[in-house]
């Protein structure tokens, strides 16, 4: 069946009860979609028959009816046709059965939750829509692809320059379809980081409006639950950027000898606060683990998020299992994943008897914001920050899953080659004013994180210069001026960061270092970026953090 262009982008609403379909029409037409309303399911598939651009369906109005006819005409779908579907639930059940039965044999399913506000409406059927008309075109690419074979047999006498000819067009489809596929991964990214980000920005934003109203009113009462709102909505959002330095193997790791079975023990309470009564949490750790080599902090972060998606698969409770093991990996597994070497390899191990995952899904769970999870219950980017990490570490994760059997997550960290040095004792409390005449140089772009440091030393008793770039930067570190420190962001206009402190330190041997940044792709590996006398700190740091640095660094 091949629909006609007036009916190729229509919505078909089936919502029987209620007002549903009047209201979802009325914002269709509004923002100016052609919607047409079906009486019961056999009208819905008499209508689809003539050609729909998606389907809108309320979820009771499949209980208690044979779903088949729709099953049918979707089966009957030709290889370029995967017609949307909008199915839309109720605000706090359940899931609904036929909903649930149906979701995989409906196949390209979202939900919409009730009552819904016009915007999401119409973003998820723009979204279907725009989906709908590339499977167009791609129907009309297959066809001008057969008219192409057809001429190729016709024209035997020239078949070496036919042949040349097509081989430069698949070439071209090709590199189509590849830029094609890489647009859509971006959409799909800029999509899940405006959604996540927008929300996080409300909560900020909207922290700071109550507070400047309250103030300018003279009401200072209740204060700190705005402030600790704002804040957690500031973390939330630093988290985001971390997943997603992560996910793209960015992130700045500061990779250290591990010893996995001290790590996880160490999380047992924290693990176990996190599960429901219903879930039973065993360990099973091995008596004789190699050293791993791994940034420890983001092993944690790694394994908390395994621990919560198993328990999300879990939710009428049951059993997870955390394990650790030694695994030497040969070349023929090494050979089918990059960036992975033969040799001696820690695995963390998470396993669960939940409802486990079908193929398909697992093919797309390490997807940056892809989710199963229903909307706002979910960010999509826990997997793929374990993904990303476990690369950036020279190492690898698997999933072994099936409907009904549970799941098996399994992280492998290279082991440690090196000599274990002993750990070094916390370092004395420094007072909280500095010396006087202690002095330090802040180099950054931006003036509002320059004028939050600079008041932060302040604050410490420093003195400070500033300078926007390291061109401003350098008659100062030419200059007779005592500098203690020097602070700056990697990311500098022109000169970076790096460059900079390698040419003070030409200026002034042993000048300490504490470099700032947001993203830094050469910093991201810190043992080849910084040498003995620099540190490093990630953007949003905590004042406690820069404060605990630089004291710490002017006072060695």
């Not at 995989?104 to 279907?128: K, M, Q």
């Not at 799909?188 to 922290?207: E, P």
């Not at 103030?215 to 997603?244: C, F, M």
Request: proline share 6%; with cysteine.
């Amino acid at each position: 069946m091949t629909p006609t262009t007036e009916f190729s982008e229509r919505a078909l609403v089936l919502a029987p009860h209620g007002r549903d379909s009047q209201l979802a029409t009325r914002m269709l037409e509004e923002a100016g979609f052609n919607s047409q309303v079906s009486p019961h399911l056999a009208a819905l598939c008499e209508t689809l028959e003539q050609g729909a651009g998606l389907l809108i369906i309320a979820v009771e109005a499949l209980h208690g009816i044979d779903p088949e006819p729709l099953l049918r005409h979707l089966e009957r779908q030709p290889a370029w046709s995967d017609l949307p579907i909008i199915l839309l639930t109720l605000h706090g059940a359940k899931q609904p059965h036929p909903s649930a039965r149906l979701s995989t044999p409906l196949g390209n399913v979202s939900f919409l939750e009730r009552p819904f506000h016009p915007t999401t409406l119409i973003s998820l059927v723009s979204t279907a829509l725009r989906g709908r008309r590339r499977q167009y075109e791609a129907r009309d690419r297959l066809i001008d692809l057969s008219q192409s074979e057809l001429r190729l047999q016709r024209t035997l006498e020239t078949l070496e320059q036919q042949v040349e000819e097509r081989t430069a067009q698949l070439r071209h489809n090709e590199e189509a379809l590849r830029q094609s596929q890489k647009m859509e991964a971006v959409g799909q990214l800029t999509g899940g980081i405006a959604h996540d980000f927008n929300n996080m920005l409300t909560g900020i934003i909207g922290s700071l409006e109550l507070l400047r109203r309250r103030v300018a009113r003279g009401r200072t009462e209740d204060l700190d639950s705005l402030i600790d709102l704002g804040v957690t909505s500031a973390n939330r959002a630093a988290g985001l950027t971390h997943r997603l330095l992560a996910f793209s193997r960015r992130q700045s790791l500061d990779p250290k000898p591990v010893r996995m079975n001290d790590l996880v023990s160490a999380m047992g309470e924290l693990l176990q606060r996190s599960l429901s009564e219903s879930i039973q949490l065993q360990m099973r750790l091995s008596q004789k683990l190699w050293v791993a080599e791994a940034d420890p902090n983001q092993l944690e972060s790694a394994l908390l998020n395994l621990v919560l998606n198993a328990r999300d698969a879990m939710p009428n409770g049951g059993r997870l299992l955390v394990e650790t093991l030694n695994q030497p990996l040969d070349r023929d597994f090494c050979a089918a994943h990059d960036n992975l070497e033969p040799g001696d390899y820690v695995v963390l191990r998470v396993s669960d008897n939940g409802c486990g995952m079908s193929e398909a899904i697992i093919h797309r769970v390490f997807d940056p914001f892809f989710t199963t999870k229903p909307i706002g219950q979910g960010t999509g980017l826990g997997l793929s920050m374990i993904y990303g990490f476990s690369k950036q570490s020279r190492g690898h994760v698997t999933l072994n899953s099936s409907p009904g059997r549970g799941t098996e997550a399994s992280l492998y960290l290279p082991r440690f080659r090196g000599d274990l040095v002993p750990d070094a004792p916390p370092l004395e409390q420094r007072s909280a004013s500095a010396k006087k005449g202690e002095t330090v140089l802040i180099v950054e772009d931006d003036p509002a994180v320059r004028v939050l440091v600079g008041a932060v030393l302040e604050e410490l008793g420093y003195s400070f210069l500033e300078a926007t770039d390291a061109r401003s930067a350098m008659p100062l570190l030419d200059s007779g001026q005592r500098i203690d420190l020097l602070i700056s962001d990697v990311g500098l206009p022109g000169m970076n960061g790096r460059q900079l402190a390698e040419i003070g330190r030409q200026i002034r041997p042993g000048l300490k270092v504490l470099f700032i940044t947001g993203y830094a792709e050469h910093a991201a590996a810190r043992g080849g970026f910084l040498e003995p006398g620099m540190q490093l700190i990630t953007k949003p740091f905590t004042f406690d953090l820069l404060t605990a640095k630089v004291q710490e660094m002017i006072g060695d």
